[in-house]
C-alpha cells in the first residue's frame, strides 16, 4: 500500500530522476508530420504542457508547448512557433491513443484558447492514483510516492516563449510528460483498493 501523502522534506531526500531517451523539438512544421506518425505507433502516451509564467495580474500567457512521450523518446512541439497544427489536433482528438496526464482538464482548456478543438483519450491521473490510496494531486508528490524519486521543479517558472529552449527546460519537459506515462504503468501492475477503503483514507485526511 503506497503513503497516502509526503513531505517536501522527505521529497529532497530521495535521488533525483529525469528522463535519459531522446528529445526532439518540434519547432517547424515540416517536422510535426512525422513527429505524430511516429507517436501514433504507441497505444499509450504521457502529456504535458508548459506555459510562460505571467506575473502580471490578470494576464494569462497561451500554452507555448505540449510535449508527448513514449517511454524513450519525448516530442516537445513549440506552438508558439507552429501554432496548433492539424496532425497534433487530430492525435490529441483520437480515442484510440490514451493520453495519460495530470490536471488535464486545464491542460486542455488551454490549449482550447489556442485552438478550439475537442480532446478524447485522456486518462487523468489526478483520477487514478485516488483508487489506489494516494491523495497528492501534484506530479512530484505521486512519483516520489510510486518510486522514491525526485523530480526537479527547477525550470517550472522559466520562460517557455525563449527564442530557443534550453537543455534543462527540454529535460524538465520530458521529464514530466514521461513521469506521466511510467506512474500510469506502474500503477496498473497494483491492484486498486476497495472504494471503501479509498474513502475512509480520504476522511481521516480531511480530519488531520
Known amino acids: ?105 486545464d491542460d486542455m482548456a488551454g490549449l482550447r484558447k489556442v485552438h478550439k478543438f475537442k480532446a478524447a483519450g485522456l486518462v487523468d491521473l489526478q483520477d487514478m492514483v485516488k483508487r489506489y490510496g494516494i491523495l497528492e494531486l501534484g506530479l512530484q508528490k505521486m512519483y516520489a510516492i510510486i518510486f522514491s524519486q525526485k523530480i526537479s521543479k527547477s525550470q517550472q517558472l522559466s520562460n517557455w516563449e525563449n527564442a530557443a529552449l534550453t537543455e534543462a527546460q527540454q529535460r524538465y519537459a520530458a521529464t514530466d510528460a514521461w513521469a506521466c506515462l511510467k506512474i500510469y504503468y506502474k500503477l496498473l501492475q497494483e491492484t486498486p483498493l476497495p472504494a471503501a477503503e479509498v474513502e475512509r483514507l480520504v476522511q481521516v485526511h480531511m480530519q488531520a
Open 1 to 105: 500500500m503506497y503513503l497516502a501523502k509526503i513531505t517536501k522534506e522527505e521529497i529532497n531526500a530521495m535521488p533525483v530522476v529525469a528522463f535519459e531517451g531522446k528529445i526532439t523539438v518540434v519547432d517547424d512544421l515540416g517536422q510535426v508530420e512525422g513527429a505524430v506518425e511516429e507517436l501514433r505507433r504507441h497505444a499509450v502516451l504521457g502529456i504535458d504542457t508548459e506555459t510562460k509564467p505571467s506575473f502580471t495580474k490578470g494576464k494569462v500567457n497561451q500554452v507555448a508547448l505540449v510535449q508527448v512521450a513514449t517511454d524513450d523518446h519525448c516530442f516537445l512541439f513549440r506552438l508558439n512557433k507552429i501554432g496548433f497544427p492539424a496532425p497534433l489536433e487530430s492525435l490529441l482528438a483520437d480515442r484510440r491513443v490514451k493520453k495519460v496526464g495530470l490536471a488535464l482538464h
